[in-house]
């Protein structure tokens, strides 16, 4: 129930399209919905969180759609590029027993953009 | 300013030896966290701290993991007589108390031959 299930496990897009990463959760004490992205040799970083009282969020080419019935959120990358060549991990936070957040990673997307 | 340092940035060692990982979380981020990253896979919690809150041990996967955080700000993370499978990056992470981003180290890529 604590699981957040990630697809596909890699995705090949042509510059300038649309890559889409699917993400699906149990739980529904779940909060809290961030992506992170992830570049080799570094730490995952946020790129982008929504909450679950909307079903959609914007910021510049990166949107988060979120449909709360389903229990499944999805990330979009418009017009996308080399540089946004990343892993991708969704996750959902529980608050733990001393309110600190406790984040659940997705398994991870490895994209490529393909120039 | 700094962001969240981790050391060795990488570590090889013999199976069956001991290794300690060390994070140096945000100056001011009372809650820590540890994840391991196994080649091509998320992220598995392993263990938070919480200002001085018992911490949340329930990701460790084994005895052999243990973790402590001095003085509300260091923590080291130890592995006693590592497998191969142990082998992974290990990543910290801190945030701000009741704050929902946390901030990642770059890692600690631990080879156990």
């Known amino acids: 129930q604590q699981q957040v299930k990630q697809s596909p496990q890699s995705l090949i897009v042509q510059k300038g399209g649309i890559s889409i990463i699917n993400c699906a959760y149990e739980n529904t004490a779940f909060d809290y919905f961030p992506w992170y992205q992830q570049f080799p040799g570094k730490g995952p970083a946020l790129l982008i969180a929504i909450r679950p009282d909307v079903s959609e969020k914007k910021e510049g080419r990166f949107t988060i759609s979120f449909n709360k019935s389903a229990k499944q959120f999805s990330l979009h990358i418009m017009d996308s590029q080399p540089g946004d060549s990343a892993t991708y991990f969704c996750a959902a936070r529980t608050m733990g027993s001393s309110s600190a957040s406790k984040i659940i990673f997705g398994s991870g997307t490895r994209l490529s953009i393909r120039p | 300013g700094a962001g969240v340092s981790q050391s060795p940035s990488n570590k090889v060692t013999e199976k069956g030896k001991d290794v300690e990982l060390r994070c140096d979380p945000i100056s001011g981020h009372t809650a820590l966290y540890w994840y391991r990253q196994s080649l091509g896979q998320g992220l598995e919690f392993l263990i938070y701290?919480?200002?001085?809150?018992?911490?949340?041990k329930s990701g460790l996967p084994s005895d052999r993991f243990s973790a402590e955080r001095t003085g509300g700000s260091v923590s080291t993370l130890t592995i006693q007589r590592t497998q191969q499978e142990d082998s992974a990056v290990y990543l910290c992470a801190s945030s701000l108390p009741l704050t929902d981003t946390q901030y990642f180290g770059p890692g600690t890529r631990l080879t156990v031959l």
């Open positions: 701290f919480q200002g001085n809150s018992a911490p949340d």
